[in-house]
């Protein structure tokens, strides 16, 4: 066998392996996009081919995670190539974790089927939702691209979505307080809302993988955390205060 | 350089990386005791010690997926030594991820006791903290000493911290129905309930590690998911009905 061939080889292991993590990425982006939408329009069936379709996601987590142990075992990945290999295990894990939060959504639409609507409140999350889904699909393009700047701006626009969790928790709590009926749909609306902010800061966990497989370092500062509603009081009034 | 040499370097490497896994995990859990003691307390002053310890876990998180990178790519393991090493990958991750939401508790305290006390509510919070904590240092021992059975518990325990939780998730909607003023200090309490819960899966993440490093497998059974709230709307019953 020449080192050609070896090498060749060894580039189609790569390859495979990053071709399953834009095919999760994909079922992923659709998991977002299909939640949201299943919300919105109250759509059970389509609620619940999101819960199913979240097996899937797991089961290429899992076949990803093989496939780069395999590599690191018989190939010995060095430098680039390692860097290459741990990033994907880093990258998959974030990708079912937001497939996880989708499918959390998901459920929540069949409960929320049964429940008075909060007239007004599903505006608010899907923007958010959609906001998610435009960064995870820039972030898995700055992956394949390998585009440092693309990713840094993923990561910059994580604060808008924060912004949005915001203004959506201030917005919820006001409608609980006007009537003690919007509490319950509020709760998981408001679940929602925090679990769309986490998917945010997943794919932002994902934009720092880029930057540090594209220029060997994870990015020196710290990512911006916007939720400030765990912080500041002002940002949750106590009613008649 | 003789064989034995570099095979005990090695070894070396590994309990070095293993040694750091085990003071992250002490750091976790005792951010998990004193953000749920400063909660109890409302010690402010504990809260923000916790909060300014969380960058010592996330920088040995840092530091051991550095090493990890390095043993992979000097020594190229095979077999056991590269499963140990996947394994430390993750459990950090893991780790850090629960050391984020003691954090996130311990700001919530600061927001918290400048609001009412709703009295009663802290019992339960601080059960389960206690109880994930708890699998959080069995989850540890079962690594360090390869223990499948006592992982398996582990993951077995989890279930009861999800009873845990809808118990809680009810009582704050009881408690914000009854008072709209108790409506913003139970959106975070019931956030920190949420939060441990969370902690529950992330602890039986890593004993699924724990037997992925044991047995060369990841349990074949889904992880029991027991978080009815998001599937189950009679757990959340809507005033008046």
Do not use: W
């Amino acid at each position: 066998m020449s080192d050609q061939h070896i090498v060749s080889s060894f580039d189609r292991d790569l390859e495979t392996i990053q071709a399953h993590i834009m095919k999760m990425g994909g079922m992923v982006e659709r998991a977002i996009s299909d939640a949201a939408c299943s919300l919105e329009t109250s759509d059970e069936e389509l609620a619940e081919a999101v819960r199913n379709r979240d097996k899937a996601i797991d089961a290429l987590e899992e076949q990803i995670n093989e496939e780069a142990a395999r590599v690191l075992a018989l190939r010995a990945p060095a430098a680039r190539d390692l860097r290459l290999i741990l990033t994907v295990i880093k990258i998959s894990a974030s990708l079912e974790r937001i497939g996880d939060y989708a499918k959390n959504m998901a459920k929540r639409t069949s409960v929320l089927s049964q429940m008075t609507t909060v007239s007004g409140s599903l505006a608010g999350l899907r923007r958010m939702a959609r906001e998610v889904e435009t960064m995870l699909k820039d972030v898995l393009d700055a992956y394949i691209h390998r585009d440092l700047e693309l990713a840094q701006e993923v990561i910059r626009r994580d604060q808008d979505v924060d912004q949005m969790y915001n203004a959506i928790f201030r917005e919820f709590l006001t409608f609980m307080m006007e009537d003690p009926r919007n509490i319950t749909p509020c709760m998981h609306l408001h679940f929602i809302a925090k679990n769309t902010e986490r998917m945010g800061d997943l794919v932002t966990a994902i934009a720092e993988q880029v930057i540090y497989l594209v220029s060997g370092a994870l990015p020196d500062d710290p990512r911006p955390k916007g939720d400030a509603t765990s912080v500041d009081a002002s940002l949750a009034p106590e009613p008649g205060t």
